[in-house]
């Protein structure tokens, strides 16, 4: 393979790419932002959607559950908003300085010659940010984010009364119809992953697959990938490896670092390039 042939990777190799989610998974849930994330989005809901606040946590729950994020959700009922001004809004207030540099994980990343990239659902300036402030933005290859498998979106004035009800949809005894579709493409959809891995040139058979959410590591092991559950330390249905923080990498797959290889570090020069890498 090409990237054999530009670091030196022994044939026998097992795999020759690491595919990284960002949130909850470089850095521990416990740094707050999932929760201050959250709260965000049940903001936006209801100052720029006009979403009573009585119905916020049953229809994000729902949507988050039926559409793999809350927004994908909200544009499948029928919201349209700005993208960028909904990431603004709900990453805007982010308190990034609860997310601290990390060097034992930025040794270890350096220290393997594979291809390492992210897979996120966030958008580019959130991803950009939480990897400055970890101290990692030299450590990959290049970003796959939400405007990479979202590259184009045009703007149209929403009306509520079109709006679908979801939750009076699972309050029937039997649900009647199917759910609407959503048009935002991210993971869990197993489409989603599987546009990723085509635009980034990643051949799932040898790829590791590192992600704090089961369904999406239960996804990308039905497309193919190799996959480690992070932020658990039992593996699940779809799992291959289960850590339960990712500086536990070298103990628990010590084969990345066991193989004969003729070059013993890779790096990328500069700052990571935030989605040019990996695009065609």
Known sequence: MEFENRY????SQKYDCLLFDLDDTLYPLSSGI???CGSNIKDYMTEKLGIPKDKLVELSDLL??????TMAGLRAIGYEFDYDEYHSFVHGRLPYDNIKPDSV???LLLSLPLRKVIFTNADRVHAAKALKKLGLEDCFEGII???????????VAFNNSEIFDIVEHFNRSEPVGSLPKTPVVCKPSESAIEKALEIANIDPTRTLFFEDSVRNVQAG???GLHTVLVGKSTKVKGADYALENIHNMKE?????????RKSPDV????????ETSVRA
């Not at 030196?8 to 044939?11: P, R, V």
């Not at 988050?64 to 994020?69: A, C």
């Open 267 to 274: 790096g990328y020069s500069g700052k990571v390039a935030v």
């Open 8 to 11: 030196g990777l022994a044939t």
């Open 105 to 107: 994980l930025r040794s």
């Open 221 to 223: 092991k039905r497309v």
């Open 145 to 155: 984010c939400f405007e990479t498998l979202n590259p184009t979106h045009t703007n």
């Open 64 to 69: 988050y559950k039926n559409y793999g994020t």
């Open 252 to 260: 628990a797959i010590p084969e990345l670092w066991e193989a004969d």
């Open 34 to 36: 999932a929760r201050e």
